[in-house]
């Protein structure tokens, strides 16, 4: 009887330690795609709030960043929770007008009126065709915040699924994490 329990619990410990094991695993491999689909999603943010280096981002690097960011994400996506998939999908709908023409690459929801202004000479008239018309007199207060809480929320649910909050919290009292 001592043999089939000890049996029983060492093979019970050998498949949580694999469980503990695996969800490390997954951790760290939701993490280091973090790190990879973080920043370009902050230039996006950048650019179409108009904060930070804006100026830097041309619309085809945009463009290009968007390709980057669906190819790394939508490789990504398994390791990823539904609600990360989904506020990942509304940023990308607010930032870029998809599906238009055969061929035809997204258009950027934004308008180039402050961007052509802010640039000056150094404005491209061949960018023109790859803004959104309906945002040609540029964007409301409401649509920027929109952006900035659509970005807030990919990001948030990412931290969520690697977890990361919640070492803060298992390891840190209610006062500490207040002022954390």
């Not at 904060?51 to 041309?58: A, P, Q, Y």
């Not at 934004?110 to 065709?129: F, I, K, M």
Request: hydrophobic fraction near 40%; include cysteine.
């Amino acid at each position: 009887m001592l043999v089939v329990l000890g049996h029983r619990l060492s093979r019970r410990l050998k498949e949580l330690d694999d469980s503990q094991w695996r969800n490390q695993e997954l951790v760290k491999a939701r993490l280091d795609y973090y790190k990879v689909l973080a920043p370009p999603l902050n230039d996006l943010v950048c650019f179409f709030t108009f904060i930070g280096g804006w100026k830097e981002l041309t619309p085809p690097r945009v463009i290009e960043i968007k390709r980057q960011l669906d190819r790394d994400f939508h490789v990504a996506l398994p390791l990823f929770s539904t609600e990360a998939n989904e506020a990942y999908r509304r940023f990308m709908k607010q930032c870029f007008l998809s599906f238009g023409n055969w061929g035809e690459d997204a258009k950027l929801r934004t308008s180039s009126q402050r961007r052509r202004q802010a640039l000056g000479t150094s404005w491209n008239h061949e960018w023109d065709p790859q803004f959104d018309e309906s945002f040609s007199q540029g964007h409301t207060v409401a649509d920027l915040s929109a952006i900035r809480d659509a970005y807030d929320r990919v990001l948030a649910s990412m931290v969520r699924d690697i977890k990361l909050l919640e070492a803060r919290e298992r390891y840190a009292t209610d006062e500490i994490s207040i002022n954390a």
